[in-house]
């Protein structure tokens, strides 16, 4: 299969993305890394400079095929500059952590990872629960 535009991975997420899709990294094996990664999601206003979540900020959230909700997170904040150039109100980009991300999203939620690239994930709902379980049995040590 190729690819219309050869994908330059830019970190090290990108990379490992780049190697579960081509099967070289097992989809298990990414997911316990995407655990200790941090994302880039997009937000309609500015983080305060005390880092204070304000309920007012909208993150970017977009309707899967399924017309489900699939919070957008990115790999690289040059990912989301795209979707911020062409929705302008998003053009907030935040870097988070993976764990503290799944803890603040709300059940019935899927993930879509790198939307409208060739190199992405979606993450249903039902996924998005299970991979919040395991990132608790990580906080509590049972993973492994």
């Not at 081509?22 to 400079?49: I, N």
């Not at 870097?95 to 059940?107: C, G, N």
């Not at 060739?118 to 990132?135: T, W």
């Amino acid at each position: 299969m190729e690819a219309e535009a050869p994908f330059e991975p830019l970190n090290d997420l990108e990379v490992r993305l780049v190697q579960a899709q081509d099967g070289t990294l097992q989809a298990p094996a990414f997911l316990d890394s995407l655990l200790g990664d941090q994302v880039f999601v997009l937000l309609d206003k500015p983080v305060g400079p005390d880092a204070d979540w304000d309920e007012s900020i909208n993150p970017l959230v977009l309707t899967s095929e399924a017309d489900e909700p699939m919070f957008a997170i990115f790999s690289a904040v040059e990912r989301a500059s795209a979707w911020s150039e062409q929705l302008p109100q998003f053009e907030n980009a935040l870097q988070v952590e993976v764990r503290w991300l799944l803890s603040a999203i709300s059940d019935g939620v899927g993930i879509v990872l790198n939307p409208g690239f060739d190199l992405g994930m979606e993450m249903i709902p039902d996924a998005v629960v299970q991979l919040k379980q395991r990132a608790d049995a990580f906080t509590r040590g049972e993973a492994r």
